[in-house]
């Protein structure tokens, strides 16, 4: 057996700030290697990722997650070592505690009772990444295209991520807002401030194209979503001095969408408005975009009914089914299967003293075995 808690400090104690991983991949595949899964590890560029799988048969319940973390930020304003996973006053303090390094020891805890008491009639099998906090092109993406490469079946996922709002087991993230980034680069014609006919100032154009942006109502929203939001991010205009007209100016914005839109919609429209600002504008204007996921929703049914059962069963409270938030590594997962999200209380993760209490891990880790236990019931 596991004890959720124990394995949750050693996985903290290995700092495993995105890209590094610090050995914790290989704590994770050392338990699951001991409860008798098939462990395969993935490295793409500089990222460790494991999947590893108990069982042959369908149906395969997924349990997804990342053991990278965000930096710690101001050492100075911890009240612990953020690595030492020291527990106070019932309250396991460290950078993952949260987000989400309980979830994965839980859910492989959870996996060992199921194990035992057997009630796997198919196949559990956990895809852990350490490229979540980071850039996610050599994490969870690689190992989902790799897994649909050879022909691998996942029936359902959970993701660990910490879904909860305000009280344990209060929400479950059934879906995501999409996400794209824009780079905007505006490239004019440097000169004096007193000759303007001779250059070819970019900032003008630059503030009326982020104007023209920000004018539009994206949506009011969509069924179980919020509405769409476009927020400039940064501005740039390389200048130290108060006489020269800039040669360049650049700004980023990232826009937040519901199923209304597409990545891909959403990039031409903002080309589309570049080439209205650039019109008589004697340079050009670049629009580089990136779009991160788009967004999707996991219908209700069998699946969120099970997931919702095993919460209410050991919390007594039936939790929203959301799609508020950010993005996750559920947007990757979605097209091998359906897919929700559920993990602890969200509020302090990525903050100084990240924390979670030892009683809501060990409820996790409930959770996470009534869900078990229930899927096979319902699935097998």
């Known amino acids: ?53 108990y069982g042959a048969e369908g149906p395969n319940l997924c349990f997804a997650g990342h053991t990278d973390v965000v930096p710690v930020g101001d050492v100075a304003a ?17 950078r993952g505690a949260v987000d989400m390094k309980s979830a994965i020891a839980a859910f492989a805890a959870a996996a ?16 852990i ?39 344990f087991g209060d929400m479950v993230k059934v879906g995501r ?11 004019g014609v440097q000169g004096h401030v007193a000759y303007p006919h001779r250059a070819a100032n970019p900032v003008p154009v630059l503030v009326k194209l982020l104007a023209a942006l920000e004018a539009r109502v994206l ?36 826009i937040r969408f519901n199923p209304n839109h597409t990545g891909a919609s959403l990039a031409q429209w903002i080309e589309t408005e570049a080439d209205k600002a650039a019109q008589g504008f ?22 969120t009914e099970v997931v919702a059962a095993a919460v209410r069963e050991v919390t007594g409270r039936t939790p929203e089914l959301s799609t508020s938030g950010g993005t996750s590594d559920a947007r990757f997962i979605r097209s091998l299967c359906p897919v929700v999200e559920l993990g602890l209380v969200g509020k302090t993760m990525h903050q100084v003293d ?21 899927y096979f019931e319902a699935f097998a």
Not at 9 to 34: M, N
Not at 112 to 127: E, P, R, W, Y
Not at 219 to 240: K, M, V
């Open 219 to 254: 949506d009011e929203g969509y069924p179980e979503f919020q509405p769409s939001n476009l927020e400039i991010t940064r501005i740039d205009a390389p200048n130290t001095a108060t006489n020269v007209i800039p040669g360049a100016a650049r700004a980023w914005l990232n």
């Open 1 to 53: 057996m596991i004890d959720a808690i124990n394995l949750t400090r050693e996985l903290i104690q290995r700092p495993s700030v995105t890209p590094a991983d610090a050995g914790a991949i290989g704590i994770v595949e050392r338990t699951l290697a001991h409860l008798g899964f098939a462990c395969r590890r993935m490295k793409f560029g500089d990222i460790e990722n494991l999947y590893a799988r």
């Open 354 to 374: 990240e924390r979670a209490p030892i009683g809501e891990i060990r409820m996790l880790q409930q959770v996470y075995e009534t869900l078990i236990a229930r």
């Open 177 to 187: 807002r999409g996400s794209i980034n824009a780079e905007i680069e505006v490239k």
């Open 112 to 127: 060992a009772t199921a194990i035992a008491a057997g009630q796997v009639k198919g196949s559990i099998s956990f895809l």
């Open 78 to 94: 911890w009240s612990t070592d953020a690595f030492a996973a020291e527990v106070v006053d019932g309250v396991l303090i460290g």
């Open 129 to 167: 990444t350490g490229d979540e906090e980071g850039v996610a092109l050599h994490g969870t993406k690689k190992v989902v295209e790799a897994l649909q490469a050879s022909g691998e079946r996942i029936d359902h996922c959970v993701v660990g991520e910490p879904t909860s709002s305000e009280l």
């Open 282 to 303: 004697k340079g050009s204007v670049t629009v580089t975009p990136q779009i991160s996921g788009e967004a999707f929703r996991t219908e209700p049914g069998k699946f």
